[in-house]
């Protein structure tokens, strides 16, 4: 230096500078800012958290939603089957079981003529009406019919498989009907619900949720 001084290393030499009244009142600014804006983050989370906020009042297990999807595949295999099935005799079993009663016709034939024999005579000798003949040939038919094993059990098979048919058709019509009803029921449940909840809650769910 001029006066023959030199400048001596100082590194731990520490200078205090004094704050000025408006960098403080600057620092208290951006401090108030700050925290205005965290207050409004959490108010934001704390509205949001109420919106959401919901309880779970029923849950199904795994075991219960496999249970429940074998159900449906066996409702919609069901649904197939029945689909596929007449509500009639088929035209091909029908004409299977012409055929089967032809077979019988030779043997039925044979016996109707002897049971009917005697009132072909009476007939004859004007013993009996063309009335009572015809009567006669019918009760001739029905017992020589009767009589046959074999076309008697395939008769009372026809018979109990027609009536099968018409069973399972009733049943059908009335399990579209009830199905019918199940899907308005379910409809009017929806409506309710919606009312109550949003729709994007209204939705199904593994959780039912409820406000």
């Known amino acids: 230096m001029a006066d023959g001084s030199s400048w001596l290393d100082a590194p731990d030499l520490k200078v205090y500078v004094p704050s000025t009244p408006a960098a403080a009142s600057a620092t208290e600014e951006e401090l108030k800012d700050k925290l205005a804006v965290a207050e409004a983050e959490v108010a ?18 795994p075991e219960q939603r496999n249970a429940e999807g074998k159900r449906q595949a066996i409702d919609l295999n069901l649904l197939d089957s029945i689909a ?3 509500k009639t005799a088929s035209d091909a079993l029908q004409t299977r079981v012409a055929k089967a009663r032809s ?7 044979k016996r109707l003529r002897e049971l009917f024999q005697p009132a072909f005579d009476a ?4 013993q ?3 009335q009572e003949l015809d009567q006669r040939k019918q009760a001739a038919r029905a017992q020589a ?3 046959h094993s074999e076309l008697t059990q ?13 069973a399972r058709v009733a049943a059908e019509e009335a399990t579209e009907k009830a199905m019918a009803e199940e899907d308005a029921a379910e409809a009017a449940l929806e409506t309710a619900v919606r009312v109550l909840l949003p729709v994007a809650e209204a939705g199904p769910s593994d959780g039912v949720k409820s406000e």
């Open 44 to 61: 934001k989370m704390q509205k949001a958290a109420e919106a959401d906020e919901v309880s779970i009042v029923a849950m199904r297990t």
């Open 84 to 86: 596929k099935r007449p």
């Open 103 to 109: 077979v019988c016709s030779s043997a039925v034939d």
């Open 123 to 126: 007939y004859t000798s004007d």
């Open 128 to 130: 009996i009406g063309v």
């Open 145 to 147: 019919e009767a009589e």
């Open 154 to 166: 395939l008769n009372a098979a026809f018979a109990t498989y027609t009536a099968a048919v018409s």
